[in-house]
T-cell receptor, first 109, second 110 residues
Framework: AQRVTQPEKLLSVFKGAPVELKCNYS??????LFWYVQYSRQRLQLLLR??SRESIKGFTADLNKGETSFHLKKPFAQEEDSAMYYC???????????FGTGTSLTVIP | DVKVTQSSRYLVKRTGEKVFLECVQD?????MFWYRQDPGLGLRLIYF???????EKGDIPEGYSVSREKKERFSLILESASTNQTSMYLC?????????FGPGTRLTVT
């Protein structure tokens, strides 16, 4: 079975503090991992994907196959980072996506 | 720029009514998806379609059906709406790698 786990439903950090949103997955193969973000009153949108190895809005995520994790990190949180974050997994066929339950991040000014 | 549109942002229906939720994408994507989004449960896949007239059940298909008669349009049907189907419904279209989401339809069943 392919599943994505986000252990934290709610996460609060102060502005300027580091933030890490955890994501663990289980998949019998080589998955593609993504982070999606949903800001208040906006549609869900892609934040980053592991194959791109890019940094978007200061966020990075490294795929750790040994720990089956894909944690999202940012060294200095900003108020505009407050949003709902979803970790997602896609199998190689690409026909299915599996989302975690989401983490609501609040950055306290 | 990919555009995924959903027919309604807000919908209120009565128990037992038949409900149609429409989704249209303009990028010629083969794969389309319907999810429901509930607090604490994340996104749960209801159905997806990988081609015209092709569909597969997701994790929670009970009480729902879908229709894909044209490549750009993917419809979600609630045959007899129930109060436990009150939720936010998200449609997505998938390109080479990522999914693109519509704005969502907030359905309330009273």
């Amino acid at each position: 079975a392919q599943r994505v786990t986000q252990p934290e439903k709610l996460l609060s950090v102060f502005k300027g503090a580091p933030v890490e949103l955890k994501c663990n997955y289980s998949y019998s193969g080589s998955p593609e991992l993504f982070w999606y973000v949903q800001y208040s009153r906006q549609r869900l949108q892609l934040l980053l994907r592991h194959i791109s190895r890019e940094s978007i809005k200061g966020f990075t995520a490294d795929l750790n196959k040994g720990e089956t994790s894909f944690h999202l990190k940012k060294p200095f949180a900003q108020e505009e980072d407050s949003a709902m974050y979803y970790c997602a997994l896609s199998g190689r066929s690409g026909n299915q996506f599996y989302f975690g339950t989401g983490t609501s991040l609040t950055v306290i000014p | 720029d990919v555009k995924v549109t959903q027919s309604s942002r807000y919908l209120v229906k009565r128990t037992g009514e038949k409900v149609f939720l429409e989704c249209v994408q303009d990028m010629d994507h083969e794969n389309m998806f319907w999810y429901r989004q509930d607090p604490g449960l994340g996104l749960r896949l209801i159905y997806f379609s990988y081609d015209v007239k092709m569909k597969e059940k997701g994790d929670i298909p009970e009480g729902y059906s879908v229709s894909r008669e044209k490549k750009e349009r993917f419809s979600l049907i609630l045959e007899s709406a129930s109060t436990n189907q009150t939720s936010m419904y998200l449609c997505a279209s998938k390109g080479q790698l990522e999914q693109y989401f519509g704005p969502g339809t907030r359905l309330t069943v009273t």
